[in-house]
């Protein structure tokens, strides 16, 4: 019988302010894609919904700043598409 000795794999220990900065551009670089993937159809969508362009982009920018702080709870895998309208549809309304 062979026995194993368990060893410990020492990782370094990364500052927590590095960390965070690090997570930050990884959210802030996600954020952006969905910005440029989704900022025109849904200000068209917004801007037709209200008829007023500094209202739709009033709206606009509440549905991104939604998306940035629901993006830690999102469902990993779920599309945001039809999320990201119903937020659109219920800040216009």
Excluded at 38 to 64: E, H, K, P, T, W
Aim: net charge positive.
């Amino acid at each position: 019988m062979q026995i194993r000795e368990r060893t410990k794999i020492r990782t370094p220990e990364i500052a927590d302010g590095v960390l965070a900065q690090q997570a930050w551009k990884v959210i802030n670089w996600h954020l952006k894609v969905f910005v440029k993937r989704y900022s025109g159809s849904l200000f068209n969508f917004i801007c037709r919904f209200l008829g007023d362009y500094d209202q739709a982009s009033d709206i606009l920018q509440q549905v991104f700043l939604q998306l940035y702080i629901s993006l830690p709870k999102s469902a990993h895998g779920e599309p945001l598409k039809a999320w990201l309208f119903q937020v659109a549809r219920t800040g216009a309304g």
